[in-house]
């Protein structure tokens, strides 16, 4: 049994202004369409994020997928999507140490290592 997908790259924007380049694997049936650049869509993926990034891309395996419908090619396109202020992690992992407090003596944060089946294989990331 043969399994297809579309491969699509993209970018990861954080609320800090970072950009991080990423490459979006999504199953597609045979002789499905393929998506017109520029389109927008949530995704709900499983992401392997290498510790070079962002010379490195990130690898995102999608399990569901939902375009933001609409005319690529109007202005109101974009401002039809709603607002979506951060991205949303869920995962199961160790802190591998302890939390630290950044300088700024108010936010602190730790380290989650997490490890899944992405993209042909076994993927270990941390996420800070």
Known sequence: ?????????????STGGVSLPAELHIYSPFNDVVLPDETVGYVVVKAYIPSTTPEEKILLEASHFFPVPGDLSLEAYEQSIPD??????VSLGTVPMWMETL?????????VAVSDYVRDGMRSSVVQ
């Open 103 to 111: 300088s700024d003596s108010i936010t602190r944060v730790f380290s």
């Open 84 to 89: 979506c202020l951060s991205l949303f992690i």
């Open 1 to 13: 049994m043969k399994t297809y997908y579309c491969i699509y790259t993209t970018v990861l924007h």
